[in-house]
DNA sequence: GAGCGTTGTGTACGGCCGTACATATCGGTG
DNA sequence: CACCGATATGTACGGCCGTACACAACGCTC
């Protein structure tokens, strides 16, 4: 149904929006500042996005996507045979290395939802997923545990500019995940498919 | 033109910014803002902080002497015979309940370190200020683990829309926590006093 | 009480913002 | 082709913003 003169118009303004809020935080986004970052008229921007939480909802999904994208082509801790708690801190290490600019970006329009009801379903997806990712190596509620660990430890590094601790952080992820080789593996059961419109 | 010597007026404009911040949120707060809340004229709020980061600082901070003077007066989690995990999981069911308001102003303040530099010292001290406040029923790592566990549980919550979950909670601090009756008590060496300046 | 630095105040300027809206262009339909 | 709805654009309005700055009121020192 939609017939749209530049189809990957919507696209390069959400590419842009990411790009403006990498460079200059949330606040620094608006429909101008998405325009001119896209090279595109303002009417543009207020045409696809009639809200900025409608661009920013936008900019989270795709962040996610390319979170989710990362992390499978990393492999997707699917290896049942290495250290969960290792792996996992060798993983924050990679993410916090250097620049900062991306595990900023990520975390900035994740934190968003705080304030911004209409951001929260996303968050929710992206911790689920997450999460989901993690049961294939341990149960539910411990998976949900590490996410809200490594959140927790993430946000001390960057609100605190403490350097990153890999052994500190693999230490206690040991602690959370139940002694054992493959503890309580857990599969998600079949049902309707979420909707991710 | 009625002009009086205020020497609160400083305070005031702080007790004002944060109302600001709780109702709006951070986006919402500006100099014209905060003054307009205060019941002080626009000239004031630029004298006493030239820049809005000099007020989150000046904020942020307030709200920290808050917390820790509600954490003081609920007993400090200084009984040593009381279960700690349990104990934390229901000072979260207490600080998550009902009103989302001060949990929303208090973690909005810190988040904001993530994009202004200036609020990185004043989050850095809360941090350690809650670490110190659980290393005197744990040791330094566990505290620090248990400050990362519960910010992220606390986030998800907030973030999510997620219901808290206390069984939850207090099974995975448990986890990050050794076992025995009081493992490896840890107190600060004597050394200069940290500037609060 | 004269002088001066600190504190407090009013006002104005230029800039960026969301929003609205008239207009233009194209794809599909009948 | 005529038509219409979806897509795209330019422009303008009113509002809030940070900032600057001249000036007023006060405390202090001499």
Redesign the interface.
């Known amino acids: 149904m939609a017939r749209r003169y530049d189809p990957e118009r919507r696209q390069r303004i959400i590419d842009a929006a990411i790009r403006v809020v990498g460079r200059k ?1 949330i ?1 620094g986004l608006s429909h101008r500042s998405a325009a001119a970052e896209a090279d595109v008229p303002l009417g543009s921007t207020t045409y696809h996005f009639a809200t900025l939480d409608d661009l920013l909802v936008a900019a989270l999904r795709q962040a996610e996507d390319g979170f989710a994208k990362v992390i499978a082509a990393r492999g997707g801790l699917t290896d049942p045979r290495s250290d969960l708690a290792t792996e996992l801190a060798a993983w924050m290490r990679e993410w916090l290395a250097g620049d900062r600019t991306g595990v ?1 970006l990520e ?2 329009l ?2 968003a ?3 911004r ?1 209409a951001l ?1 379903p996303v ?2 997806e992206w ?1 689920d997923d997450v999460a989901a990712l993690l049961s294939r190596r341990t149960d539910r ?2 998976a ?2 590490l ?7 993430c ?2 590094v ?5 350097p990153y601790d890999e052994d ?1 952080a693999r ?2 992820l040991a ?2 995940i ?1 002694p054992g080789p493959s503890p309580r593996p857990w599969s998600p059961p079949p049902g309707p498919p979420r909707s991710d419109a």
């Open positions: 935080g606040a900023e975390y900035e994740y934190l939802a705080l304030r009801p929260r968050a929710a911790a509620l411990t949900r545990a996410v809200a660990l490594m959140d927790g430890i946000l001390q960057l609100l605190t500019g403490a500190y230490e206690v602690r959370v139940p």
